[in-house]
């Protein structure tokens, strides 16, 4: 363990090589710009092509490949083949399939109710999206609404955005919540505006107990965090019809969570392996209390410049409708962008667990919090845990002031009449 070269991410690979493969048996570490996830069965199958980008993550090999280029010897063998993205799958990982009956694919999305913690963690966690349909009706927050918000938090100041015109020109406010509320019914294609404030619900404590479990996120390594620096979770998201998100992979590579109270999301999720086609912003960063990097699109997916991103015609993604009462798992490596079809309220949060800890911690080593030559030479046999708690207990005092001092700098603007500087996408 005790040199950067093990710990650190490795870069993207950008060399072009022919190949003829089948599915890889054994998988390396995924690092973030290598992000992944899975795919279906451990069938053969053989492809001749250029292979741009190969990444792994979770048991599954991501190929982008060139299109017009791509020959089939057997269509019915071949794993997941959408368009110029292939999926390959290691030999446990297609077990698990088979035996849960699970197939991937881009055209749709699994919902699933009463899935069992076991089958989550094998075939989806940190590998494919999944809705679950049967955990936020049981939530008290299922029953906020508009009138609520305005009856007991109507004064309190909220962060939000408005964008007349193009998603590049949105600006980033702080309101009280009931100004924003007069205005949540009327947003319109070239004026919306959208509530997404990081520290609203974290604020409120008896909010915050009104987001129920989920068994599929009682696993959270973040709270091995210290306080200066542990993620705000629990984000409030309240838009007009019209608004959205960036085109993102969330902080630290995590894996996201977001839960529709009110109104319907529509989703684009972007399989690992395409940032040549997102045009991905390189050395952002996320202004996070314990900073890391950002990975962002400049492309508003719903509202396209196809004259200045041309390549955005070969992406591939998972198109789908989110509606109230759906919980939707984001795994590591994914970029999305989110559009709200109608007045929606949702809340979003994050998971640090078995599955994905290493790619986070990665993420935190590759932003400098610490020298990843000082991590002790056994770390590698460290439990999950323990690895988190030794990560944390390297952490500089004045990472950790400095992550106080974000946090509170964040509070101040939102209270006071200065603009909100949102650092999340």
């Known amino acids: 363990m005790g040199s950067k070269q093990k710990h650190r991410p490795q ?230 019809a019209y608004s959205r998100s960036s085109l993102h992979i969330d902080p630290y590579n995590w894996t996201g969570t977001n839960a529709v109270l009110k109104g319907i999301k529509r989703w684009k999720l972007y399989p690992p392996g395409q940032d040549e086609y997102l045009y991905v912003f390189e050395n952002q960063r996320s202004g996070f209390p314990l900073d890391c990097f950002k990975y962002n699109s400049p492309i508003d997916t719903y509202d396209v410049n196809w004259k200045k991103y041309p390549k955005f015609k070969d992406a591939r993604a998972i198109e789908f409708d989110q509606h109230a009462g759906e919980l939707l798992l984001i795994p590591t490596g994914w970029f999305h962008q989110a559009f709200n079809l109608e007045e929606t309220m949702a809340i979003s949060s994050q998971v640090m667990n078995t599955n994905n800890y290493r790619i986070v911690l990665d993420e935190i080593l590759k932003a400098d919090n610490i020298e990843d030559q000082d991590l002790p030479v056994d770390f590698d046999t460290l439990s999950p845990v323990q690895q988190v708690q030794t990560v944390m207990s390297m952490l500089p005092e004045k990472i950790l002031e400095r992550g106080k001092a974000v946090t509170q700098d964040v509070l101040d603007q939102v209270a006071g009449e200065n603009l909100y500087k949102q650092r999340l996408p």
């Open 11 to 240: 870069q993207r690979s950008t060399n072009t090589v022919k190949e003829s493969s089948k599915p890889s048996e054994s998988i390396s570490k995924p690092n973030h710009i290598d992000k992944t996830s899975p795919s279906k069965k451990s069938q053969t199958w053989l492809t001749l092509a250029v292979v741009t980008c190969a990444v792994v993550v979770g048991g599954v090999v991501w190929k982008t490949l060139e299109p017009d280029t791509i020959t089939q010897e057997d269509q019915s063998e071949t794993i997941v083949n959408e368009s110029i993205i292939t999926i390959e799958l290691d030999k446990s990982l297609a077990e698990k399939l088979d035996d849960y009956g699970v197939t991937y694919t881009l055209k749709t999305i699994d919902r699933r109710r009463n899935l069992s913690l076991q089958e989550y963690m094998d075939v989806y966690d940190a590998k494919w999206p999944v809705l679950i349909t049967d955990v936020v009706p049981t939530w008290p927050a299922f029953n906020w609404t508009k009138d609520f918000f305005l009856k007991n938090y109507g004064e309190v100041r909220v962060a939000m955005k408005g964008v007349q015109g193009k998603l590049t020109k949105a600006e980033s406010l702080a309101v009280p919540l009931e100004l924003f509320a007069q205005h949540s019914h009327e947003g319109k294609p070239k004026m919306w505006t959208y509530l997404e404030d990081e520290l609203f619900i974290p604020q409120h404590p008896e909010l915050r107990k009104d987001i129920g479990e989920a068994i599929y996120l009682k696993e959270d390594f973040f709270e091995l965090f210290p306080e200066e620096v542990k993620p705000w979770n629990a984000m409030l998201l309240w838009g007009t």
